[in-house]
């Protein structure tokens, strides 16, 4: 593929903690990529403790052309924000367990290809969910069952898969009904559920299809209510994936919902635990981030 015309300054957000089981040296993968480029590259590696006043400053500090975010999910979210926040377009080079944001937009996991991505590919204009009006969504968000999972995965460091497979087994021994109200747009309800997802993409990071017409760029997101665990609904999810049966599995196309829950519930945004809530604001910004993508 050609270069870019001029040349570009590239930001680097590193998560050496990401939970890919192929360790990779970033370091030394960024820099044999771009040794005979003509973009200059700078990584920050991050450490968990301060990261966003850390990528701020580097950003302040170098004046990059596009960030790239090297991680999973949360490492994806973390540089969002700052790209949001400076007006600027992301890369991402998939190294968590799930990567789910990044399975959704056909990006590449070997790392080579990747990097071919962030510095050759055409940029894509994806919505973003904002929760409570600060919390920034790019994938997916639940509150219930997944959520609970999320938090005995995270509390646990049970990593991968397998973590997931655990923490899923250990959450499905626990499942509960929760009671919640549930404003869309133009429709009200109230559902019994285990679980509600609030999805701007189409599948999680285990491969699960929770929201087969998702868009990422449709200007809208999905509202999926999990109202019953059917053995055959759950297997629609991975396995040739037909239409849901609303009795099971329900779902409403919005632009903004209100979530109001009768008790507190586990809540997750993009794989991260966020505690309990018993009221959840989620509205739409269309195409505000700017995502390098594989060329049509």
Request: with cysteine; charged share 25%; proline share 5%.
């Amino acid at each position: 593929m050609p270069s870019p015309s001029s040349p570009l300054r590239f930001l680097f957000a590193v998560n050496p903690a990401s939970g890919s089981a192929e360790k990779v040296d970033w370091d030394a993968t960024i820099r044999d990529y771009f040794a005979d480029l003509p973009h200059t590259a700078e990584v920050l590696k991050l450490t968990g403790e301060d990261d966003e006043t850390a990528l701020q400053e580097h950003i302040a500090q170098h004046h990059p052309d596009r960030l790239v975010a090297v991680g999973g999910d949360g490492t994806v979210k973390l540089v969002a924000e700052q790209a949001l926040a400076a007006n600027l377009p992301i890369a991402v080079l998939p190294a968590g367990s799930a990567n789910g944001m990044a399975k959704e937009l056909n990006l590449p996991l070997k790392p080579v290809d990747a990097l071919d991505i962030a510095v050759h590919g055409m940029e894509k204009s994806v919505d973003v969910i904002y929760l409570n009006g600060t919390d920034l969504c790019l994938h997916l968000s639940d509150i219930g069952l997944n959520a609970q999972l999320v938090r005995h995965a995270q509390s646990n460091n049970w990593r991968g898969m397998l973590g997931y497979a655990r923490a899923a087994f250990w959450s499905l021994l626990r499942r509960r009904l929760m009671r919640v109200r549930i404003q869309c747009d133009d429709e009200q309800v109230e559902r019994t559920a285990f679980m509600v997802v609030l999805a701007n993409a189409r599948v999680y990071g285990t491969g699960a299809t929770i929201n087969p017409e998702g868009d990422v760029s449709d200007g809208k997101f999905e509202v999926v209510v999990l109202r019953r665990l059917v053995g055959r609904e759950l297997l629609k999810m991975f396995w040739r994936f037909r239409p849901f049966d609303p009795a099971a599995v329900e779902i409403f196309c919005t632009t903004s919902v209100q979530l109001e829950i009768k008790r507190p519930v586990d809540f997750q945004v993009d794989g991260e635990y966020r505690g309990k809530t018993t009221h959840v604001d989620a509205e739409i910004r269309p195409g505000a981030l700017r995502v390098l993508v594989p060329e049509d």
